[in-house]
């Protein structure tokens, strides 16, 4: 029998708990998960592409059958590509189901072999994004109930004024 092999597409920018939750459970399904940093051209990223993986590899390090690529095809060619059986999609409220379902059934015209997973990240991560995440860093916020250790960094690094003025209205 083959591995069963899992992806986990998305922008990533920057990766949260809410994301790390998620791979943690798919990390529990299957014999290896790829977290796929992707492109959106809908999007016009914080990070760089390097930032967002190296930021995803070392928050998910602790996970010995996870593994962090980078891509620029289709979501459905990258499966493909690696013999995936499985996108894996997390799922907060049901704006996020009525959009990722669109996608799931194209995925599926595309690609008939491969399914799509929704999974709902613990009630404790079902309001965070990477758009909050990034706000509230622009004004020097606490990001460690969001955000892994490497992240919090990276966004320290990226608003250095915000957190040096936060700090020092301390």
């Known amino acids: 029998m083959s591995?069963?092999?899992?992806?986990y597409p998305g922008t990533?920018?920057?990766?949260?708990?809410?994301?790390v939750d998620v791979i943690e459970r798919a990390a529990?399904?299957?014999?290896?998960?790829?977290v796929v940093v992707s492109v959106n051209s809908k999007k016009t990223p914080l990070f760089s592409e390097d930032?967002?993986?190296?930021?995803?590899v070392a928050s998910l390090a602790h996970l010995a059958n996870v593994s962090v690529e980078a891509s620029h095809t289709l979501?459905?060619?990258?499966?493909?590509?690696?013999?995936?059986?499985?996108?894996?999609?997390?799922?907060?409220?049901?704006?996020?189901?009525?959009y990722e379902y669109q996608i799931a059934?194209?995925?599926?015209?595309?690609?008939?072999?491969?399914?799509?997973?929704?999974?709902?990240p613990h009630e404790k991560y079902s309001f965070l994004n990477s758009t909050i995440v990034r706000e509230l860093a622009r004004y020097g916020e606490s990001?460690?109930?969001?955000?892994?250790?490497?992240?919090?960094t990276g966004l320290r690094a990226k608003f250095p004024d915000a957190y040096a003025a936060k700090e020092q209205a301390r």
């Open 28 to 34: 529990q399904m299957f014999d290896h998960v790829i």
């Open 3 to 7: 591995d069963r092999i899992a992806m």
């Open 143 to 152: 990001m460690s109930d969001f955000v892994p250790a490497a992240v919090t």
């Open 75 to 98: 979501t459905v060619e990258f499966a493909r590509e690696h013999k995936c059986s499985a996108i894996i999609r997390g799922v907060r409220a049901v704006s996020d189901f009525e």
């Open 51 to 56: 930032e967002r993986v190296n930021m995803a």
């Open 105 to 120: 059934l194209m995925n599926r015209k595309l690609e008939p072999a491969v399914s799509t997973l929704f999974l709902l």
């Open 12 to 19: 990533f920018d920057p990766i949260t708990n809410g994301h």
